[in-house]
Structure formats: structure tokens, C-alpha cells
């Protein structure tokens, strides 16, 4: 697949190459192998899972880190510096 991801980039096709819940060693990996790096890893992030560690390393690597969270969760609902639930 990454092969592909980079002959669509080469071509134009595609503008970046992203992923998406890559850990810090998943990530070393692919770096070890890949052409391109990916612009981008998505992952689940949110005030009580901030991943500083992935942040640090995706930030080392000029990997920008998108966050995501699945906002039904009532713990994160809850939290008080949201302040969204009473």
C-alpha cells in the first residue's frame, strides 16, 4: 500500500500521504521504509488521553498530529473542563 500511496503522490494525484493510529513505533517503521513520509497520523486524543509522548514524536518528525474523539463517551461528556454536562 505505501508504494501505491507514493506513486499516487508522485503522479499528482495526491497532494500529502496520511495515516491514521499510528503508534510512535508504527511510525518509526515506516519512516525506516518510506519515501514519503506521512504529513499526518489521526488519532484518538482528548483531555483525558493526551498522548504527549506520540505528540512529541510526531512533532520531531514533522508529522502533524490531528486529534479525534468520540465525544459520546460520558467520560469524556463529564469532564469538568468541558463543562458541557451539569
Not at 483525558?48 to 460520558?74: D, E, V
Request: proline share 7%; glycine share 6%; aromatic share 6%.
Amino acid at each position: 500500500m505505501r508504494k501505491e500511496m507514493e506513486a499516487l503522490y508522485d503522479s499528482g494525484k495526491a497532494r500529502a500521504i496520511g495515516v491514521d493510529n499510528f503508534s510512535s513505533k508504527k511510525l518509526g517503521n515506516l519512516l525506516e521504509v518510506a519515501r514519503i513520509p506521512p504529513a499526518v497520523n489521526q488519532v484518538e486524543c482528548h483531555l483525558s488521553w493526551q498522548q504527549p509522548k506520540l505528540h512529541g514524536f510526531c512533532k520531531s518528525k514533522g508529522i502533524h498530529l490531528s486529534a479525534y474523539t468520540p465525544l459520546a463517551r460520558p467520560q469524556i461528556l463529564k469532564n469538568r473542563l468541558l463543562n458541557l454536562v451539569p
